[in-house]
């Protein structure tokens, strides 16, 4: 799939990464396998996933399963929860390959320099949350604190995939086994906070899989802090 990525989104993975000391930058890509221009985008999040100062998130929708082949990572809430994303910034409909970036900035397909632009924007902005997570058993502590931001917030779980491979015989894509990293599987919120105190709490987490918590303002707002564990 790496060789999907032309020369200048190579160039961008290889060298522009943005200053970050603070948390991650949040990216969903809204895919689907049933998608013919969604290949490049995926093997772009492909990259994205091995850094550190992304998280790097593949949210598959349902909405492409009509024309043949039925995306066996698609999820409604996705879908929904796209149509937020596009409700709340004024946008008529939704499409695929979509990032969302940290809640706000949106890049249409695999455009490096755009995306580029956006997460080195978004790093560059004050942490206004700080959040830190740590297993603990079966369960995972988390702590944040608001450092002026205004909730009300949600306090969202995400369990992913990190590496998955499917052979697609139906639809835009057949005929090619096409690879996927990071693909959300598990996405629930499990807390509401309203950011006046810090925040300690501790959630359900069973198997070994990556965890992350995203920090949201307003549900669908702007993600205010993201930490993971691998």
Not at 114 to 121: G, I, K, N, T
Not at 135 to 145: E, M, T
Request: hydrophobic letters at 45%; one cysteine or more; a neutral charge.
């Amino acid at each position: 799939m790496k060789r999907l990525l032309s020369s200048t989104a190579a160039a961008f993975f290889a060298f522009a990464a943005p200053t970050w000391a603070g948390s991650p930058v949040v990216v969903e890509l809204f895919t689907s396998q049933g998608c013919s221009s969604c290949p490049p985008a995926d093997a772009m999040l492909h990259e994205l996933a091995e850094r550190d100062d992304v998280i790097a998130l593949a949210l598959h929708v349902d909405y492409w399963d009509y024309i043949g082949w039925k995306d066996e990572f698609a999820k409604p809430a996705y879908s929904k929860r796209q149509r937020e994303y596009a409700i709340i910034g004024h946008r008529r409909s939704v499409y695929t390959p979509q990032m969302v970036i940290n809640g706000e900035t949106d890049v249409v397909g695999a455009k490096a320099m755009q995306l580029s632009e956006a997460l080195a924007q978004h790093a560059a902005k004050p942490a206004l949350v700080d959040v830190e997570i740590a297993r603990q058993g079966r369960n995972l502590q988390i702590n944040a604190v608001s450092n002026g931001a205004k909730g009300p917030f949600v306090v969202n779980l995400v369990r992913y995939t990190p590496r998955s491979k499917t052979r697609i015989t139906r639809g835009e894509n057949a005929g090619h086994t096409l690879s996927y990293a990071n693909v959300a599987h598990d996405w629930k919120i499990v807390k509401e906070w309203d950011g006046r105190a810090p925040l300690n709490m501790t959630a359900d987490l069973d198997g070994d899989e990556p965890v992350v918590v995203i920090i949201q303002q307003n549900r669908f707002g702007p993600i205010m802090a993201a930490a993971r564990l691998r």
